[in-house]
């Protein structure tokens, strides 16, 4: 029983050794980002991101391995956030109606974060190619999409298929308008609107 309290200690200094950690991660990406919007992706530099985080370049090479190690975790980041964002609408008990309101949510996320944005879908470093892994848990962020329209399949809404079908259906038709919306042809989110809801609508079945 005397050894409760040392473990205890250190559990909690283990605890505060992760927060700090997460902390300068957080900011580390924050500032890596930050400058990629602001300068460009020139300006990522390992050296210049430390400086503007207040650590050492050995702490950035220790949590991100390398330039390339870095692109991917803001890759990754920008689709955490971007799950973070779908889940945060509050769930209906009618899976179609929440699967509307999964739409305007989507459309919130990509404006809210155009760092990352550009970085997700626009391949804002040129040469950086994410990894398999990375690509997988990317799409896993849809993974309440597909959660959604299986639920409205089951209650009869939409047709009887792949539910990843109909979602990649509808992600492809939203980046599009996202796209044109982003780069000044769109003024705003009507027509994004009309292409999901068309989306939508063939893939719509009888009920019962």
Known sequence: ???????????????????SHDRLRGRTLEVAVTLLTREGPDSLSMRRI??????STTVIYTM??????????????????????LEAVPARKDPFEYLTALGPAYREA?????????????????????SERARTLAR???????????????????????PRKIA??????AQGAISLERAGHLRDGRTYEAVTTATICCYLAGKS
Do not use: H, K
């Open 64 to 85: 991100f391995g390398s330039r390339e190690g870095l692109a991917e975790a803001l890759y990754l980041e920008g689709f955490e956030r971007f799950r973070r964002f």
């Open 168 to 173: 990649d259906a509808l992600w492809a038709a």
């Open 1 to 19: 029983m005397t050894t409760s309290a040392p473990l205890g200690l250190q559990g909690a200094y283990l605890l505060g050794e992760r927060t």
């Open 140 to 162: 896993a962020a849809l993974n309440i999409l597909d959660r959604v329209i299986s639920d409205c399949i089951s209650a009869g809404y939409l047709v009887p298929t792949q």
């Open 50 to 55: 430390a400086t503007e985080a207040g650590c």
């Open 110 to 130: 990509c404006l809210a974060e155009p760092g990352f944005y550009t970085l997700m879908f626009e391949r804002a470093i040129p040469g950086f190619e994410p």
